[in-house]
């Protein structure tokens, strides 16, 4: 579908009139009426007021070759914002419990010692009265 019968389809489900659209985008009815009627095209700011007015990616009202509905238009809306976002939480979340889980194993491993006396090859340990131990070098 064209840029042309694509403008007329989406103002016209949003229920307005040629006039009405220009007062909102700010143009003449003129301008309107030559973008619908193939006549010309709507500057890059214009797109970009038509796109958030109607709820749908410039690249949809640029591109011949796409055929969505309506409903299906939502992805650069406040909807599709907030799904980036839980992604982008979730993500955080999913590095930090990795991060947890890789301390606990190696902390596990370690037996609670931060210093394993097995990887202490050729030092001398000497235990105190205090239940210390001290290492010879």
Known sequence: MKLD???VR?????GLTQLELAEVVKVSRQAVSKWESGGGMPSTENLRGLSELYGVP???LL?????????????SSEEGQKKRVAIKIGLVVL????AVLAWYMSFKNNKGNYFSVENM???EMV???DGSFSVGW
């Open 5 to 7: 019968e694509k403008l």
């Open 10 to 14: 989406l103002r016209k489900e949003k």
């Open 58 to 60: 410039v690249d949809y």
């Open 63 to 75: 591109n011949d070759n796409a055929e969505k509905g309506t409903e299906d238009r939502k992805d």
């Open 95 to 98: 590095a930090l419990v990795i």
């Open 121 to 123: 090859v050729g030092e």
């Open 127 to 129: 235990a105190q009265p």
